[in-house]
């Protein structure tokens, strides 16, 4: 089950263009496509006549074609054309869904449309900052449910055994972690005083010698992280810490699209606050992280497989505290969301 109610990435924008192409998102089939004026549009990937998919058809000028009769769908779904002398039937439409473009992605609205409003969309700070690096990657292809990558991200422990080459370190074993529900979702987070830094972070912080280190891991409802990593020099960090010049922060931005229940589209971004015009440090973060998320899709890919088949009950351990709490939440929203569209249907 999913909330619908709420943004999800559908693309990065450059993936949208004048071609007509099939995405997926909560199961459901989208046309997706921009008009002659660059304007997105997402339509219910269905003729109603006999279900052709609209991707399968073709654009004209800014309305959609279906390959198998011919009905003609304009940008809010409605048929504005049919075969035959008897007029277009009124039901003879499809769904439109809400999209909007911000920060590179193209986001879209499952739910009602009614509802749908864009400054609802997840605020990403230094976006445009010219003092800020940006690094990213393509979307990756994940074989298990959204929320396992979700628990992933509101776990900071996995890193000592997952990425043992990369974000890792013996202090991210056994650290205590510190749990907080916020309104729009949970953060799991815990500082580390003075230790060697993790190998992907001793390549870029700019000071030598031992570190300070944040890890705040925040997951927001229904699928979205925030993963901001701070290295600081040891002795300058702590909540209240002055937090040194060459402070290294490195904010990386989280986008689970569940595709269905068994698969989920993961797009990612890191902002960083030095060398922001530095083309090779870009490239090689991006190559850094993507193997680093390839790590965690080949275990994530694994679980799913085993939570999938389990003969016995898993465990929780005391780590899974913020997992935990985020999906007694996220339930209770999807719960009451369809409890108010049965209301309405009645």
């Known amino acids: 089950m999913f909330l619908r109610n709420a943004w999800y990435v559908a693309a990065w924008d450059h ?12 199961g459901e089939k989208v046309c997706i496509f921009r008009t002659e004026a660059g304007d997105l549009v997402a339509l219910e990937d269905a003729c109603p006549h ?3 998919p ?6 004209k000028g800014d309305t959609v074609e279906c390959g198998y009769h011919g009905l003609t769908f304009n940008c809010v779904g ?8 008897s007029g277009i039937p009124s039901n003879a439409k499809v769904h439109a869904y809400p999209c909007h473009e911000k920060y590179g992605l193209v986001w879209i609205w499952m739910g009602n449309p009614a509802l749908a409003d864009p400054s609802d969309i997840f605020e990403i700070e230094h976006y445009d900052d010219p003092a800020w690096g940006i690094n990213r ?3 990756m292809e994940l074989d298990c449910n959204y929320l396992l990558m979700c628990d992933n991200l509101l776990d900071p422990t996995h890193v000592a055994w997952v ?4 974000f890792g370190s013996d202090q991210t074993k056994d650290a205590p972690l510190r749990i907080k529900k916020t309104d729009d979702g949970v953060i799991v987070h815990r500082w580390m005083m003075d230790h060697e830094p993790a190998p992907f972070y001793k390549k870029v912080v700019e000071f030598e010698g031992n570190c300070d280190r944040l890890q705040h891991y925040e997951v927001r409802y229904p699928s979205h992280a925030l993963i901001k990593a701070v290295f600081t020099p040891a002795g300058t960090g702590g909540p209240d810490g002055p937090l040194h010049e060459k402070t290294f922060i490195m904010d990386s931005y989280n986008f689970m699209t569940p595709t269905d229940e068994g698969r989920t589209r993961y797009y990612w971004f890191q902002l960083r606050n030095i060398r922001p015009d530095d083309e090779a440090l870009s490239k090689m973060m991006s190559e850094d992280v993507q193997h680093a998320f390839e790590e965690d899709r080949a ?16 465990i929780d351990l005391p780590i899974d505290g913020g997992q935990l709490r985020f999906r007694r939440q996220l339930q209770a929203m999807i719960n009451e969301e369809q409890q108010v569209d049965r209301q309405m249907a009645e």
């Open 15 to 26: 993936e949208v263009t004048r071609e007509l192409q099939q995405i997926m998102v909560l």
């Open 50 to 52: 006999r279900k052709l």
């Open 54 to 59: 609209l991707s399968k058809g073709r654009i």
């Open 78 to 85: 409605q048929c504005v054309w049919a075969p035959g002398s």
């Open 137 to 139: 990657g393509a979307a």
């Open 163 to 166: 990425h043992q080459s990369s």
């Open 299 to 314: 275990v994530l890919n694994e679980v799913q497989k085993g939570m999938t088949n389990k003969t016995t009950p898993h």
